[in-house]
């Protein structure tokens, strides 16, 4: 046999290789390792984990869904472009010197004490981040104007903060469980309607997922999330929408009424009932049973420059099943 052929044939049987990185990891390990990066740089810069965290993970989020970033591969989610990192003018793109670095105005700075300001270290990526926050100071205020100058955008500054309220009070960032948004034990039925038409309010496109289920059957937080809408729309009727750690808006509409004390700025953990199914919407706030009682589900992707709707079906899907496996366990 042709000895290329065969070494082509042992490479797919055996694909090895000792190169480690964030992939070959399990997701317990990848946090364990993510938390540990943190902590160390909080140690060594004052700057409190969770902004950092914060930031990490927003970058990490959008870097998933835009084609213009690379994607995610390291244990950090961080990103600083090469130009920013060496200093504009610096012909030198793989420049690690943080004497000329900075001599170019670039931000790279040596986090680990190697000597060296590497783009492509963990630890130097995010002692320059923490570098930048420390600029401005710790306190909340102080944060949120770093953010700003940084993103110029409020809604990035929003989801930053969001997630820096669900890492500091849950004081760890293992936080991704999900839950099918009605309880077990209740009746509900829902069949994949995205992009169906709309009658009501001229023309639209059925922007989520349909579950219909009687007056009053609970509506639970999905996930690890903080209130950031709750009120009334001629469309929606009463509606809450929850913001999660990877910068998905989570929007449950025709609301029969809220959970007693639900507002925002709350944080929301998967099961917590914010509310019960109803009919409302079409019509002036209170309007009501213009159509069966149902939950309308919908989620929203932002990437940090623009926000879409995208089909919560499939995802509904997969919670319900795994909700049911965990239970028959
Ligand atoms: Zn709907």
């Known amino acids: 046999m042709n000895k290329i052929l065969l070494a082509v044939i042992l490479l797919f049987i055996f694909p090895w290789s000792n190169k480690v990185d964030a992939q070959e990891l399990s997701q317990k390990e990848i946090y364990e390792k993510r938390m540990d990066l943190y902590k160390k740089t909080e140690a060594k810069t004052d700057i409190p984990w969770y902004y950092l965290a914060g930031i990490d993970q927003f970058e990490r989020s959008i870097r998933l869904v835009r084609k213009d970033l690379p994607k995610p591969d390291r244990i950090g989610g961080y990103y600083i472009p090469i130009e920013k990192w060496v ?106 309607t995205w992009g169906a038409r709309r009658g009501w309010g001229g023309r639209r496109i059925h922007e989520g997922t349909d579950i219909f289920a009687g007056y009053g059957v609970p509506v639970r937080s999905i996930v690890y999330g903080v209130v950031e809408l709750k009120g009334w729309n001629k469309f929606g009727g009463w509606r809450v929408g929850i913001r999660d750690l990877n910068n998905t808006y989570h929007y449950y509409a025709h609301l029969n009424g809220f959970s007693k004390d639900l507002k925002i700025g709350d944080i929301v953990e998967p099961g917590t009932i914010i509310g019960s199914v109803g009919s409302s919407g079409y019509g002036p706030p209170g309007t009501s049973g213009k159509f069966p009682p149902h939950l309308h589900f919908g989620m929203y992707k932002d990437d940090g420059r623009s926000v879409w709707s995208f089909d919560p079906y499939p995802y509904l899907r997969l919670w319900e099943r795994q909700e049911r496996q965990k239970d028959s366990k």
Not at 97 to 123: H, L, M, Q, Y
Not at 167 to 182: A, Q, S, T
């Open 87 to 192: 200093g504009p003018g610096n012909l030198n793109h793989d420049d690690d010197n943080p004497i000329t670095i900075s001599f170019f105005d670039g931000v790279g700075r040596d986090g680990n004490g190697d000597g060296k300001a590497e783009r492509t270290k963990e630890e130097d990526l995010l002692f320059t981040l923490a570098q930048y926050i420390s600029k401005y100071g710790v306190d909340e205020n102080k944060f949120r104007i770093a953010l700003w100058d940084y993103y110029k955008r409020d809604l990035t500054v929003n989801s930053i903060m969001t997630n820096v309220k669900l890492y500091k009070r849950f004081n760890r960032i293992d936080l991704d469980k999900k839950m099918f948004p009605i309880p077990r034990g209740y009746h509900y039925s829902y069949k994949n």
